[in-house]
């Protein structure tokens, strides 16, 4: 059996990491759904800076466009693709009755530590985009938790972006129970998909170099199982099967920032270990073309995450603390995206 066959017989989702409009225009996005299994995709900042610097695929609309700033003239574009992206992955989104087939587009980062600024923002592309099959992304962090948490409440599907920790993921199933129970105590509809989106392969870069050896390439997984043994249990707990007695769904887990920065790590290291069932893994172009080549699906994640317990403390053992450390990464997560999101707007900036 292929790879890729084994991650969605094990009951995992494949999105892509990824999106361009020469993707869209080539058939290449296509492809992708039909050959490689690819059921959503995800955007950030950084994709779209890549797609409007490295390729020429938005030159003439960018020429053609009336926006009144470099902001507004962004998210003409982006909408437009994501609208498009959504409309070829409307078919699995209705077969999967709302599980897969979902794009993401994210609120402007500068607005990651001001609440009442993104919920305005989430709204507004959310009624821009018009499509049911369409995540509004929103970090994590501590002023984007109230925004989670209302835009559930006004049923606007949320990816949960910039989640790193334990203790980040919590506080976001949190924010999405209690927009959910708010729902439910005004006789609203309780169904509003949202996804965790818990960054992986930054954890290793972070202390590759204050690690022996035989914990190289270690803290990341351990952290992703711990994250996946949470939750499965909240999957049990008494929120979610209040939510789902109502009619609603769980919040599903995606793992992402899954491309291997370690050169002398297995290109498919965060793919062949994070295997586990509904939940998700977004995957860059060249991680998910490595894995349908040579991936591998060793085992499937232990809910209980014993081994994950004993490599963190470990991490402890040597000075690493993980929960401050995750905390740094997702500023300095929030920080590469504004970088990012600066960088683009002064590409729009500029005369062609």
């Not at 890729?4 to 361009?20: P, V």
């Not at 709302?98 to 402007?108: I, K, M, R, T, Y």
Request: proline share 5%; charged share 15%.
């Amino acid at each position: 059996m292929r790879p890729l066959e084994l991650l969605r017989q094990a009951g995992q989702s494949i999105w892509l990491d990824n999106i361009t409009r020469g993707m869209l225009a080539s058939g290449e996005l296509e492809r992708y759904i039909q050959e490689l299994s690819v059921t959503g995709l995800t955007s950030n900042p950084s994709i779209f800076h890549k797609a409007f610097t490295q390729t020429t695929d938005y030159t003439a609309a960018i020429a053609a466009a009336q926006a009144d700033s470099p902001e507004e003239l962004f998210f003409e574009l982006a909408i437009q693709d994501l609208q498009a992206a959504a409309d070829l992955f409307a078919d699995i989104h209705r077969d999967s009755n709302g599980v897969d087939g979902w794009v993401s587009l994210e609120v402007s980062p500068l607005l990651a530590y001001d609440c009442a600024s993104t919920i305005t923002a989430a709204l507004a592309v959310h009624e821009q985009v018009a499509r049911p099959n369409v995540f509004i992304k929103i970090p994590g962090t501590p002023e984007g938790l109230p925004a989670i948490e209302e835009c559930i409440f006004q049923g606007v599907p949320i990816n949960v972006t910039l989640l790193f920790s334990l203790e980040q993921y919590v506080a976001c199933v949190q924010a999405y129970e209690r927009g959910i129970a708010r729902r439910i105590a005004q006789g609203k509809s309780a169904d509003v998909a949202s996804v965790a989106s818990v960054f992986i392969s930054r954890w290793d870069s972070a202390v590759a170099d204050q690690v022996p050896q035989d914990l190289r390439g270690a803290l990341a997984l351990a952290v992703g199982q711990q994250i996946y043994r949470a939750y499965q249990g909240h999957r049990l707990s008494a929120g979610h099967q209040e939510i789902l007695a109502a009619g609603g769904r769980v919040q599903r887990l995606l793992f992402a920032s899954t491309s291997t920065k370690d050169p002398s790590a297995p290109d498919t290291l965060y793919i062949d270990n994070l295997v586990a069932p509904d939940t998700i893994n977004t995957m860059p172009d060249a991680t998910l073309q490595a894995f349908a080549d040579h991936g591998n699906v060793p085992r499937i994640l232990d809910p209980a995450g014993a081994q994950s317990a004993q490599i963190l403390a470990k991490f402890a053992q040597i000075g690493v603390d993980v929960p401050q450390l995750g905390q740094e990464l997702q500023v300095q997560g929030a920080q590469a995206f504004v970088q990012a999101w600066h960088d683009l707007m002064a590409v729009l900036a500029t005369p062609a």
